[in-house]
């Protein structure tokens, strides 16, 4: 994973994803999230999740 938002995430991959493909991403203290992939480029895919998901477990609380 290179980065993710409430919307959806970009991860780099060795797999073979196309636009539309159905994806499932596991973050730790909740349950898988459902998303479709957006755009593919390279080795580097973006999807959007079906339902916007709360990024407030994984924030540290520092705004350095």
Do not use: H
Request: proline letters at 5%; glycine letters at 12%; hydrophobic letters at 40%.
């Amino acid at each position: 994973m290179l980065n993710i938002s409430e919307s959806g995430f970009m991860a780099e991959t060795d797999g073979d994803f196309e636009i539309g493909s159905r994806v499932w991403l596991m973050l730790p203290g909740r349950e898988r999230a459902n998303a479709v992939v957006r755009w593919v480029a390279g080795d580097k895919i973006g999807a959007e999740f079906a339902d916007p998901i709360s990024l407030e477990p994984f924030r540290t609380g520092g705004d350095d």
